[in-house]
Nanobody, 121 residues
Framework: QVQLVESGGGLVQAGGSLRLSCTASGSFTSINAMGWYRQAPGKQRELVAAITGSGITNYADSAKGRFTISRDNAKNTVYLQMNSLKPEDTAVYYC???????????????WGQGTQVTVSS
């Protein structure tokens, strides 16, 4: 069983900051890429930022310059530091991880339960 547990969401005023965390637990051999997605009401889920096991990052245009993704491989944790938040950043944020459960298994995608981020104007 693999679980991704997120924390750090909440209500913040425009211009403020939040830091999301996501920790993977359970039985697995390795974690490849980890990332953050978000889904606003009535919209599709979209990639916000991703990071490979070696630390290569990728950001959505909307996140560049404001958000920073990082990971602590020893803690199986990925972070998303969000600065200069805007009302349009309001969404449920989901953690995603590509995890190999054993040396004989394939890599599968796992999702967290989501954490609400609300930015007031």
């Amino acid at each position: 069983q693999v679980q991704l547990v997120e924390s750090g969401g909440g209500l913040v005023q425009a211009g403020g900051s939040l830091r999301l965390s996501c920790t993977a637990s359970g039985s697995f051999t390795s974690i490849n890429a980890m990332g953050w997605y978000r889904q606003a009401p009535g919209k599709q889920r979209e990639l916000v930022a991703a990071i490979t096991g070696s630390g290569i990052t990728n950001y959505a245009d909307s996140a560049k310059g404001r958000f920073t993704i990082s990971r602590d491989n020893a803690k199986n944790t990925v972070y998303l530091q969000m600065n200069s938040l805007k009302p349009e950043d309001t969404a449920v944020y989901y953690c995603n991880a590509l995890i190999r459960r054993s040396i004989l298994s394939s890599v599968n995608a796992y999702w967290g339960q989501g954490t609400q981020v609300t930015v007031s104007s």
